[in-house]
């Protein structure tokens, strides 16, 4: 579906109509003075059922395990923080 373009006070008056669009697949921009300020889309798939459909297209490969625990390849020593040494480094 497309998207919809429609103006707070409209949005207001006619809601359902908008949110059956959204249930049909179309996105509506909402606008504000013809500005647009926000957007309702309708809710994609989970995030399961996302990276399945990715697996079946060949599109990624998971061998289904965790991935291992990497340690830190650097420790700051003292109190400060590596935020702290590259805000330090860039000034």
């Known amino acids: 579906m497309g998207e919809a373009r429609?103006?707070?006070?409209?949005?207001?008056?006619?809601?359902?109509?908008?949110?059956?669009l959204t249930r049909a697949g179309a996105s509506v921009v909402i606008t504000d003075r013809g500005v647009p300020i926000g957007r309702i889309v309708p809710v994609g798939p989970e995030l399961a059922e996302r990276l399945a459909a990715m697996r079946d297209a060949g599109q990624v490969q998971w061998s289904g395990r965790k991935l291992a625990a990497v340690r830190p390849v650097a420790k700051v020593r003292g109190r400060r923080t590596v935020a702290d040494l590259l805000v330090e480094d860039r000034g």
């Open 6 to 20: 429609v103006s707070i006070r409209e949005l207001k008056s006619r809601l359902s109509h908008y949110l059956r």
